[in-house]
């Protein structure tokens, strides 16, 4: 046997326990992760009316309903910016990752003839979930600078650290993404705790309210929930409200990047049931 | 020189049945084995009984450029030792060593979603299947060509017809180059002339000196192509011969089942709203043959049971020589009357028979294929090798030379003799 024959040697055996990520047979499928997120954009607006305004519109109007109950009616305070734009601030980047659970949630068990037909790293379907929120995200972002021209908000230099808050919500994305489409091929229960979870989650994060109203014992814990420190870095980098990125976005940071290992392992693990259970 | 393309060692998959493999778990259940010992043993030992072993030690070895035939029954295991190959699913025990890029045509049209366009759809095909982008786009006019819908590779696949469907799907697929590739049952769809196409192009492939394995109930298509071939039944190789060989041994052995095939719950999918029960082989007093005479007549009776209304059904008969010719295709409901007075057939269990007249077929070895459809709808059971029987020449038309006569039909025709 010639050496050329042996570099593209591979072995099919049982796996046993924690498989390794293969991240490198996921970056030789990195094309098809850009045709899927693709599919996704192409499809999703098929056949609706307003089309890719939804992505607007979703936020948009849970801003108008928060501004009016808890902004106007329950004067819940906002950092001393008006109401509209510290939760709109807030819901896009929200938006963003309630939307990838939706979808990445959902992956595995909606492209189910896929995985029982084809080999690819599985793990490109939540991904590319995920990813094709951000085009909506990027929508949405435009309505954002609108109303911050409209409020003349001038954003302080803190804007330049954005894409990493922008980073460190995809990466929780992605991780509880990676965690919830592995169970749910599994348990089918994940598609009806999927809404609870992503309405407990919202209440959990600083969307409606300030994070400074969370009594200060309360910080630490409450920034376990890596969204925190997304939203609280938005507002900060925009708006130039609340605390500058310290321990708060830190502890975020650790618990995103703990989601997304564990996420990719518990996958990788999981995935080898993929085709016979799904 | 030969280098080795695959080399499977001591291969097995076991699957769950039963209560686990379609049904998914809910959390209640795990949680409730976790916290219950004895539950969790009986819940191991009802596993254990329900499991079964789709492959079951499989050892063979492929050459470069050699094209392998696999045959079997509906359930031998063949399609799951493709998966394996394929890396869609994982084995239970054993490996395999794969040298070069493995390429599956387990079923044309993965991942074509409906709202996108033709082109769309073989970009997005092609990228599943796992070529590169301008890999895809080198081949594209050749693809397009491949797949005669130029006309409306900007349309999305949704409005295509089933064929045109067929036709690009398998397109794609077909301008894979990887070095090995697997191929099942791709030819059971479509038209005569589009199973022609596909034929040739697997040819072509075999040909450039790739390794294919070919899984095809078609056996014309198994012995036209390939130059060994595995049999296959409950798991276990049982055979691995040149192709004629396999062939004449997968029909003559596996199949008997003295003039009777019985469906086992397990092999069919209960879910499903055709199940058929049994298929038999009688004479005129309604005793099962297995063996019948050429010069008598004799019926052909299938049992099934309809899950809820269907309509538009036709159940029917594939009759097929053992070397996988067909002889003829019947529905029973291809008399126009029948037809409209079988519009829907509701809940039940049915008989539909057919008469076979006497001086009709020639002496050997038979196969009956069964099929139940809705025509353009649903094919709710198809199984080209449901049961093999023999007719005996016996007293037939031309018995004084004791020649064997080619062709599968032995009618007694009235000839005239005349001197002008």
């Known amino acids: ?278 | 020189m030969t280098h080795t393309a695959i080399k499977v060692n001591h291969l097995g998959k076991k699957y769950m049945i039963g209560s686990s493999v379609n049904a998914y778990r809910t959390l209640r259940e795990t949680v409730s084995e976790q916290f219950s010992v004895n539950k969790k043993r009986s819940a191991v030992l009802k596993n254990a009984s329900e499991s079964i072993w789709a492959l079951n030690d499989v050892s063979f070895e492929v050459n470069k450029g050699e094209v392998l035939g696999i045959v079997g029954r509906n359930g031998a295991g063949k399609s799951t030792l493709l998966k394996v190959l394929s890396r869609v699913t994982e084995p239970t025990r054993g490996s395999v060593e794969v040298y070069g890029r493995v390429g599956s045509l387990l079923e044309v049209g993965t991942g074509f979603h409906p709202e996108l366009t033709g082109r769309e759809n073989i970009f997005l095909n092609g990228a599943i299947l796992g070529m590169r982008r301008n890999e895809i786009e080198s081949k594209f006019d050749e693809i397009v060509a491949f797949s005669e819908v130029e006309k409306f590779i900007d349309t999305p696949v949704k409005r295509y017809s089933s064929g045109m469907y067929l036709r690009l799907a398998f397109a794609v697929a077909a301008h894979l180059e990887p070095e090995i590739l697997v191929v099942d049952e791709v030819l059971a769809v479509g038209d005569a002339e589009f199973q022609r196409k596909c034929l040739g192009k697997m040819s072509d492939v075999a040909k450039q000196g790739r390794t294919v394995l070919f899984v095809s109930h078609n056996m014309s298509a198994i012995l036209r192509l390939t130059e060994e071939t595995l049999v296959i039944d409950k798991g276990n190789l049982l055979l691995r011969a040149p192709t004629a060989e396999a062939v004449d041994y997968y029909l003559s052995s596996g199949l008997t089942q003295e003039g009777q095939r019985i469906w086992q719950p397990n092999e069919i999918d209960q879910k499903s709203q055709f199940i058929p029960t049994a298929m038999r082989i009688l004479d005129k007093k309604g005793n099962i043959l297995e063996t019948v005479r050429s010069t008598e007549p004799f019926s052909i009776e299938v049992e099934y049971q309809i899950r809820k209304p269907t309509k538009g059904l036709r159940v029917g008969i594939y009759l097929l020589t053992s070397h996988g010719e067909f002889v003829l295709t019947s529905f029973d409901t291809d008399d126009p009357i029948k037809f409209d007075t079988h519009t829907v057939r509701d809940e039940g269990v049915y008989h539909s028979k057919v008469n076979i007249p006497a001086n009709f077929l020639n002496g050997g070895r038979y196969v009956l294929g069964l099929n139940a459809s809705s025509y353009r709808i649903k094919t709710y059971f198809h199984d080209e090798q449901a049961l093999a029987f023999n007719v005996d020449p016996s007293g037939a038309p031309g018995m004084q030379w004791p020649e064997s006569r080619l062709g599968p039909l032995r009618p007694a025709l009235k000839w005239e003799i005349k001197k002008i």
């Open chain 1, 1 to 278: 046997m010639d050496n050329k024959d042996n570099e593209r040697k591979s072995i099919i055996k049982p796996s046993h326990g924690w498989a390794a990520l293969n991240l490198r047979d996921l970056w030789s499928y990195r094309e098809l992760i850009f045709f899927m997120t693709w599919r996704d954009l192409k499809v999703r607006y098929k056949q609706t009316l307003l089309g890719a305004s939804w992505a607007i519109l979703q936020p948009f109007l849970t801003m108008v309903v928060f501004s009016i109950f808890f902004g106007t009616l329950a004067k819940v305070p906002s950092d001393g910016v008006p109401y509209p734009i510290f939760s709109y601030t807030a819901l896009i980047p929200w938006a963003l990752f309630s939307k990838a659970l939706q979808d990445a949630s959902r992956s595995l068990v909606a492209n189910s003839h896929m995985i029982t037909k084809v080999y690819f790293p599985r793990m490109i379907l939540p991904l590319s979930s995920v990813l094709a929120g951000v085009v909506d995200f990027l929508i949405a972002f435009i309505v954002l600078i609108g109303m911050m021209i409209y409020y003349k908000i001038t954003p302080t230099t803190n804007v330049w650290f954005l894409p990493l808050f922008f980073v460190l919500a995809l990466v929780t994305a992605v991780g509880v993404g990676l965690w919830l489409s592995a169970l749910n091929v599994l348990f089918r229960d994940i598609n009806y705790v999927l809404p609870f979870l992503t309405q407990f989650w919202m209440y959990l994060t600083p969307i409606a309210y300030p994070s400074s109203m969370v009594p200060v014992r309360w910080q630490a814990i409450y920034a376990l929930n890596p969204m925190t420190g997304v939203v609280e870095g938005f507002r900060w980098a925009l708006l130039g409200t609340g605390q500058p990125p310290g321990t708060l976005t830190l502890v975020s940071s650790i618990v995103a990047v703990a989601l997304l290992i564990s996420g990719m392992f518990y996958f990788r693990r999981m995935e080898r049931l993929f085709a016979d259970m799904v």
